[in-house]
């Protein structure tokens, strides 16, 4: 909502706002934008002389302005809807889908198109590093999006992507998430079918090769041509051939290799994991299909500098790294910790990894995922527990079962305290939370700081 907030004032709309909760980076995007924002939901925040409201889909029937819009007849329409009538209407949406991986590899696909001097529009779920703002309207054509599942608004339960209509389709991966909204995996997929349904037959899907869900998907009908990526190994083994191929050149993922049409092109770039590779190669596929080439592409990616909140360095000079980190799925938690433990043993120290969740999505919350949460962070030497008040199952059990050395706190004080005791000069922490999680990364940064210098 922030970012479409951003697209609307470059159209040269007057944009104000309401939410609860908002934290930076993207409080610091609507000030520096001059978009007025008034914390809580007092229909008095919204002018009398109003054209339209825009909802967000966390607005619910009940809420203050929510009814104040009903009440007086206020047009109104979903973010979705808007966007994909007033500002992706004529233009070829390049769009990025999936479970995991939509905000990084937006990002990166939106970087390399504006590397190569296309100018993209872009709206992305985070702020990327090299772009420094989550959406602007661009000077081209091309447009690059992140397509979430999720509904479009507590009048309209399809999911957003159904609205953005593109011509270049990433779908990354698909499981089971959001179950506020969504009672299984198949639900899921039907939603994704309604997408595949929009992108035209001289359009383009780009997907990994091996992804049973996808599958499932595609089995529904497809009219599109299929493009597919995944790594060598997967090609090895597979009677299918991949259209775009990878292969890490070390253990971390820092340097890798993309294989397609007999031709490698090589990035040693500043990320890590092979989830990341795999988004890249997406990413790659995706730019080659308006244009690009690889050879433009991987330049491109050898100067990428991540996403804010996606394993982002709070403390760049502090003697034990503190990463924020926007991961709240054990997929994605288990991906985010073998990167960086990957990154920790190339490193060749003698350092331990330390891991802090909260476990904060509303799937989450519900406890959907507590079975396969304790080996999602295998991968970390030790893990602390945060478990919100609002949550509805206990993290204790999820503690007990951890492979290695874990705790659990209802306190941030108190946790972030026993962290600065545990950790010593070599050690990693990564901070996971997809909500503001009181600060802590910072706050765990600055203690340290205090204690070691």
Known sequence: MGSLAQLAKAMGHQVSGADAGVYPPMSDQLEQAGIELTQGFDPAGIPDDVDLVIIGNAMARGNPSVEYVLDRGIPYTSGPQWLG??????????????????TTTASMLAWILEY???????????????????ARLGETPFFVIEADEYDTAFFDKRSKFVHYHPRTLITNNLEFDH???FPDLAAIERQFHHLIRTVPANGQIIRPRDAEAIDRVTEMGCWTPVVTFGCEQEEATSSDPVDWQWRTNNADGSEFTVVSRGEEHHVHWSLCGQHNVSNAVAAIAAAFHVGVTPAIAVQALSEFRSVKRRMERVNPDGRIPVFDDFAHHPTAITTTLEGARAQLENAMTEGRLLAILEPRSNTMKAGVHKDTLAASVNAADVTFWF???????????????????AQ???DTDRL???????????????VMSNGGFADVPRRLAQALENKHG
């Open 179 to 181: 179950a506020d909204i």
């Open 408 to 410: 659990m706190y209802k």
């Open 387 to 405: 478990e919100p008040a609002n949550i509805d199952w206990s993290l204790e059990a999820v503690t007990k079962a951890c492979a290695n050395p």
């Open 416 to 430: 972030i305290e026993d962290v600065v005791a545990e950790s010593q000069p070599g050690d990693r922490i990564v």
């Open 85 to 102: 009538e007033h500002v992706l209407q004529q233009r070829w949406v390049l769009a990025v889908a999936g479970t995991h991986g939509k």
């Open 116 to 134: 190569a001097g296309m100018a993209p529009g872009y709206l992305i779920g985070g702020v990327p590093e090299n772009l420094s703002t989550s």
